[in-house]
């Protein structure tokens, strides 16, 4: 139980280009959808959280613009990056926590998307 | 605010030995604490987590943890690695309380190699 997935698994795209990517609860609703980003060798950043039918909340100096968070439903979440450039390759993450699920419980994380930017 | 340091970046050990991979954290609130493993190009999954009770807590793949309040740590342990346990290993804490919305705050990382 508890299954995120993450789409797509990798991506390579020109610069400038707009990236979408999609997290899914698969067997759960999930109210709180988290997106972070990590670099190689690095530690996770958490980007933002995303509540359900309500606007994201960022980290500071997370570019809102740059990034856009979608939570339309409960089990869909997506990231857009916007006129991505090469410093924004990484590899992003999701994680998502359920409807039942109290704020110590963890949070179920997709398998992650490595975007490279050319 | 919360913060985690995981003091070892590397730790490599050879197979069957014991490990233990060091997590300490700072907080201004009450916290949850867990432990994940990432295996390459994988998302995280959860080891073990510590909310009350027991300082010691036991996770899957035969690791444990101890809640140290005082030391504000909370090691991992396991008595007998395997190649299978190569991976990076996040401590990561979530503060209690209203004001807090679950997010994890996350240390490091300490990639564990296991040698033959």
């Known amino acids: 139980g508890a299954v995120v997935s993450q789409h797509p698994s990798r991506v390579i795209c020109k610069s400038g280009t707009s990236v979408k990517i999609e997290c899914r609860s698969l067997?759960?609703?999930?109210?709180?959808m988290f997106w972070y980003r990590q670099f190689p060798k690095k530690s996770l950043m958490l980007m933002a959280t995303?509540?359900?039918?309500?606007?994201?909340?960022?980290e500071q100096g997370v570019e809102k613009d740059k990034f856009l968070i979608n939570h339309a439903s409960l089990t869909l979440s997506t990231l857009t990056v916007t006129s991505a450039h090469p410093e924004d390759s990484s590899f992003y993450i999701c994680?998502?926590?359920?409807?039942?699920?109290?704020?110590?419980?963890?949070?179920?994380f997709g398998d992650g998307t490595r975007l490279s930017i050319l | 605010a919360q913060s985690v340091t995981q003091l070892d970046s590397q730790v490599p050990v050879f197979e069957e030995a014991p490990v233990e991979l060091r997590c300490n954290y700072s907080?201004?609130?009450?916290?949850?604490l867990f432990w994940y493993v990432q295996y390459p190009n994988q998302g995280l999954q959860l080891l073990l987590k510590?909310?009350?009770?027991?300082?010691l807590v036991k996770g899957i793949n035969g690791f444990e943890a101890e809640f140290n309040k005082s030391q504000t740590s909370f090691h991992l342990r396991k008595p007998s690695v395997h190649i299978s346990d190569t991976a990076e290993y996040f401590c990561?804490?979530?503060?209690?309380?209203?004001?807090?919305?679950?997010?994890?705050?996350f240390g490091q990382g300490t990639t564990l190699q296991v040698k033959p």
């Open positions: 994680s998502a926590r359920g409807v039942r699920d109290r704020s110590n419980q963890p949070q179920h």
């Open positions: 067997d759960f609703q999930a109210t709180t």
């Open positions: 995303s509540n359900e039918g309500s606007k994201a909340t960022y």
């Open positions: 907080s201004s609130v009450s916290v949850y």
């Open positions: 510590y909310l009350s009770g027991s300082t």
């Open positions: 990561a804490v979530s503060g209690i309380g209203s004001g807090n919305t679950g997010k994890l705050i």
